[in-house]
């Protein structure tokens, strides 16, 4: 495996990534199609083209543009290819090709567990949570949270010592909230680690944290959750983690309290119900590296493989009827749509390859999909 990518590869992926309608999904199947991020730039608008829509790829002047100025910022991209890239995330179903940071990345490959929570966050909750990011990073645990307030600003403080990742919703350069813009300078000079998928400068709006939350959930070993609301994002990530084989915890609470909740519901339904951290560390599953299946055993410089199956237009067009008739606003899975439709997954490939570049389906985490809105 490659340790590192040249500048002018990074440019090319960013590019890619960064085009209108590329998912992560979309991006390795058009990297596996054409064999390298550069060889997709330059095919895109003919193959995009035969599918009734072209695409323009991202212009190169803003892709330099964003790694210029990533980089005055002492920042860096770190693609999915290189042997720094979080091992833990490189796990999950939708890792992001791409990931920009600012700080020490090599924190992101140590032992790792969120902690998440309310950001109307009782007195409590916060001394907990401090507390308990404190004593996870005292054995070992590099504590990953999103910057919010409440319970992730305590989880960041408690382990500002030990070593702390903020993922943020927005640009790398984006503290956010606004009050957090000391703590986020704090991290970095305490030998922290600041992630984001977005581009540099993006403000982050409400569609932006459940794509933070995956990665929150996907760097870790597990997610712990400390107080929240039934509707509260900490259950997303909490889902997410499960959905990615991670092991959840939960923080219970009084009944009558709102905070509570949410941690009740989660041990309810199968959550560890912690209360120290040594509750975490004993039953803690660790993910190894021998986990790593794909990254491991390939160069990301792959053959030019056409995965995606050859149909006639027609099959084609058949095959994008049915699926548009059996989604809707609601996201499905895959596989439960490939069972619906009586489709194998590689017989969905390529047509919903073709119906999310042309802005049809929108991909989701989890592997799901939904009618584009």
């Known amino acids: 495996m490659k340790t590192q ?61 964003e790694y210029n100025s990533l980089k005055k910022l002492n920042g860096e991209i770190i693609t999915s290819s290189d042997s720094l890239y979080p091992y833990n995330l490189a796990n999950i179903d939708d890792k992001p090709p791409i990931i920009s940071f600012i700080g020490n990345i090599e924190i992101a490959n ?3 567990i969120a902690i ?17 990011a404190n004593e996870l990073g005292n054995k070992g645990q590099i504590i990953v949270s999103g910057l919010a307030r409440g319970i992730d600003t305590a989880a960041h403080e408690g382990s500002i010592e030990t070593g702390t990742i903020a993922v943020l919703a927005g640009g790398v350069n984006i503290a956010y909230p606004p009050q957090n813009n000391n703590l986020y300078n704090r991290i970095i000079e305490n030998g922290g680690l600041i992630i984001a998928e977005s581009p540099l400068s993006t403000q982050p709006i409400a569609r932006h944290f459940p794509k933070r939350n995956r ?20 259950l997303i990530t909490a889902r997410m983690a499960a959905e990615q084989g991670r092991d ?41 590296r021998k986990q790593m299946t794909f990254f491991e055993e390939v160069e990301y410089n792959f053959a030019p493989v056409d995965i995606v199956e050859k149909q006639t237009e027609k ?13 809707s606003s609601v996201s499905v899975s895959v596989d439960e749509l490939a069972r619906t439709c009586q489709l194998t997954i ?23 999909i939904c009618l584009a809105a």
């Open 215 to 234: 990665i929150v959930s996907g760097l870790s070993s597990a997610t712990i959750v400390i107080e929240a609301t039934l509707r509260s994002g900490s």
């Open 315 to 327: 099959q084609e067009l058949d095959i994008c009827k049915l699926i548009e008739n059996n989604l």
């Open 248 to 288: 959840v915890y939960a923080v219970p609470g009084f009944p009558t309290d709102p905070r509570a909740q949410g941690p009740n519901k989660l041990i309810r339904d199968g959550a560890i119900l912690i209360q120290s951290a040594d509750d975490v560390i004993e039953s803690l599953t660790p993910i190894s």
């Open 346 to 368: 590689s017989e969905l490939q390529a047509p919903l390859l073709e119906m999310e570049l042309t802005g049809k389906i929108q991909r989701l985490p989890g592997n799901k």
């Open 116 to 132: 998440v929570g309310a950001r109307n966050s009782s007195l409590n909750g916060n001394k907990f949570a401090k507390r308990l």
């Open 5 to 65: 990518i040249s500048e002018k590869e990074k440019l090319s992926w960013l590019r890619l990534y960064r085009t209108e309608n590329i998912g992560t999904v979309n991006f390795f199947r058009l990297i596996e199609k054409f064999g390298t991020a550069e060889e997709a730039i330059y095919n895109l608008p003919e193959f995009s083209r035969q599918k009734k829509r072209p695409i323009d790829p991202y212009p190169l002047e803003l892709a330099e543009q």
């Open 110 to 112: 140590k032992p790792s």
